[in-house]
């Protein structure tokens, strides 16, 4: 979907484009498998 070492777009303006925010895209390292399915949760209701 977004490619991190895109010569002509840069991340930003990928996600921008894309219409999603960039924070999302981040691989969040060091979050729990509990972390990633409450923040899910939080993701399906709002």
Known sequence: MIEKDHSQLSFRKQATLLGVNRNRLETAE???????AIMRGIDERF
Not at 30 to 36: C, I, L
């Open 30 to 36: 060091g979050v729990s498998e509990e972390d990633r």
